[in-house]
């Protein structure tokens, strides 16, 4: 079982720059690879980013490629996702998630813990 919190959301400009964290509860942390989604308003939740359980292989949503960085930090049960160059499309409530299967995955229905979600809004 792991419970997983998001923090680090607010307003930014458009251009701005945010850290979302995500600490996880569980001493299985290191095990799990993690993904970041997130939802507008309107619209289906999507893929932005995951990381396999040792931090080595990435994969990144089109749309954030060269902007976004995942990352973490397993000795502190932490992911984050570094947010450059905002854009007002980059607006949305972001969640973290976990899973146990192998690779990269971009489906959020093979998740199998979520967090509650932290709201960024970039403002033009």
């Known amino acids: 079982q792991v419970q997983l919190v998001e923090s680090g959301g607010g307003l930014v400009q458009v251009g701005g720059s945010l850290r979302l964290s995500c600490a996880a509860s569980?001493?299985?942390?290191?095990?799990?690879?993690m993904g970041w989604f997130r939802q507008a308003p309107g619209k289906e939740r999507e893929f932005v980013a995951a990381i396999v359980w040792s931090g080595g292989m990435t994969y990144y949503a089109d749309s954030v490629k060269g902007r976004f960085t995942i990352s973490r930090d397993n000795a502190n049960n932490t992911v984050y996702l570094q947010m450059n160059s905002l854009k007002p499309e980059d607006t949305a409530v972001y969640y973290c998630?976990?899973?146990?299967?192998?690779?990269?995955?971009?489906?959020?229905?093979?998740?199998?813990?979520w967090g509650q979600g932290t709201q960024v809004t970039v403002s033009s």
């Open positions: 998630a976990a899973q146990q299967r192998l690779g990269l995955i971009t489906y959020a229905i093979l998740y199998d813990y």
């Open positions: 569980g001493r299985t942390f290191s095990s799990y690879a």
